[in-house]
C-alpha cells in the first residue's frame, strides 16, 4: 500500500522502474510516485522546487482549465509515450478527454490540441480514458461518458473506439460496451480496462458511488468485469459481479479504478481504496494504492496478495 492521497492509479513499468500516476493533487496535475519492487513506493518531487510535487503535465492544454485533471493512462508508442487525461472544458464545464505527449514517462506531457480529442457533450462529458493495444497491434481507446452529471441525468455507458497508429487520433464510431444497468453498479459505470488473456477479452470496470460517505459503514464503489468477444465488444456482465467490493472486516472500502499491468511474468492489478482508522472510518486521507496479484482459473480472474502463490 502507498500511504498519500493516490485516486485512479495508473502504473507503467520503465527500465527496471515502475511509475506510477494518478489525479491532480497539492498543485500537481499529474502526480507520479516510483517504486523498483512494487512495494516501497516515493512520490516525485520537483527537482527545481523541491517543495513542490514533481507535476507529469505541468502545463494544460488551451481548452483545459485547472484543478480538474483526472484519471491520467500512458500509452508507449515507437514515437514516445502518449498520456490520456481526464480536464475540465473551459467553455462547456464538462469534463472531457485529451491527450498529450513525451519522449520520456516522466513528461514533461505538452499537447499544442485545441480542443478535447473526446468529449461526449449530449452525453454529459466523457471522462476516464484507457488504451489497449490488442494482440494485432490495433489500439483501442475505451471511456465513459459522464452521465450521472447532475445536469444531464443520462445512464452511463462504457464505449470503445479504435486509435491511430500513433495514438492521438480516434476513426470509426465508439460502440458502447455496457452501462449501469444492475443493482450493484447504482448510477455508475466507470474506469474501463481491458485485458487480453489466452485469447479471450476481459473489460474490467468500476462501479456505484465513489465516496465514503459519513453515514456508510464501507464506501459503495466496487469493481466488475464483463467479458467480451472482441476489443469493440459485444460484452456480457459476469454473473457474480462485483469481482472486488469493500469489507468492513478488513475495512476495505471503495475500491476502485483498477488497472492491470505485467512485472515480468506476473500480471497484477491495482487499484485504489479510501484510507480509514483503526476504528473502519473515514481518514480523511485520500484514497490510497494497492496492488494485488491477478491470475485466472477457467477463464475467471482472482486476487491474492503480492508474494502469495
Not at 499529474?30 to 522546487?49: G, K, P
Not at 510535487?53 to 483526472?70: E, R
Request: hydrophobic share 35%; charged share 15%; net charge negative.
Amino acid at each position: 500500500m502507498f500511504r498519500a492521497d493516490f485516486p485512479d492509479p495508473f502504473i507503467l513499468e520503465h527500465e527496471g522502474q515502475y511509475l506510477a500516476y494518478a489525479t491532480n493533487t497539492a498543485g500537481s496535475n499529474v502526480q507520479m510516485a516510483s517504486s523498483t519492487d512494487l512495494t516501497s513506493w516515493r512520490s516525485l518531487w520537483n527537482e527545481r522546487e523541491p517543495n513542490r510535487l514533481h507535476d507529469a503535465m505541468p502545463v494544460l492544454p488551451s481548452w483545459a482549465k485547472p484543478g480538474f485533471t483526472w484519471a491520467p493512462e500512458v500509452l508507449r508508442t515507437p514515437a514516445g509515450f502518449v498520456l490520456y487525461f481526464t480536464a475540465r472544458h473551459a467553455t462547456s464545464g464538462l469534463q472531457c478527454i485529451g491527450a498529450a505527449t513525451s519522449a520520456n514517462p516522466r513528461g514533461p506531457f505538452t499537447s499544442q490540441a485545441s480542443a478535447p480529442l473526446v468529449c461526449q457533450d449530449a452525453l454529459g462529458g466523457t471522462i476516464d480514458a484507457s488504451p489497449f493495444r490488442a494482440p494485432d497491434g490495433q489500439l483501442y481507446l475505451y471511456f465513459k461518458n459522464d452521465g450521472n452529471h447532475p445536469a444531464f441525468n443520462k445512464p452511463t455507458e462504457i464505449f470503445a473506439q479504435r486509435l491511430s497508429p500513433d495514438g492521438l487520433g480516434l476513426s470509426g464510431e465508439p460502440v458502447s460496451l455496457i452501462r449501469n444497468d444492475k443493482p450493484w453498479e447504482g448510477r455508475v459505470v466507470e474506469a474501463p480496462t481491458m485485458v487480453e488473456q489466452d485469447g479471450a477479452y476481459v473489460l474490467f470496470f468500476s462501479a456505484h458511488d465513489y465516496a465514503w460517505h459519513d453515514t456508510q459503514r464501507v464506501s459503495s464503489y466496487a469493481v466488475g468485469y464483463a467479458t467480451c468477444e472482441g476489443p469493440l465488444g459485444p460484452c456480457t456482465d459476469d454473473a457474480n459481479n462485483p469481482f472486488l467490493a469493500s469489507a468492513s472486516t478488513s475495512c476495505l472500502s471503495g475500491p476502485g479504478h483498477q488497472t492491470v499491468f505485467h512485472a515480468g511474468d506476473r500480471q497484477l492489478f491495482a487499484f485504489h481504496s479510501w484510507a480509514a482508522t483503526s476504528a473502519c472510518r473515514p481518514a480523511k486521507l485520500g484514497r490510497f494504492l494497492h496492488i494485488a496479484q491477478l491470475s485466472w482459473k477457467d477463464g475467471v480472474p482472482q486476487l491474492t496478495a503480492l508474494g502469495q502463490p
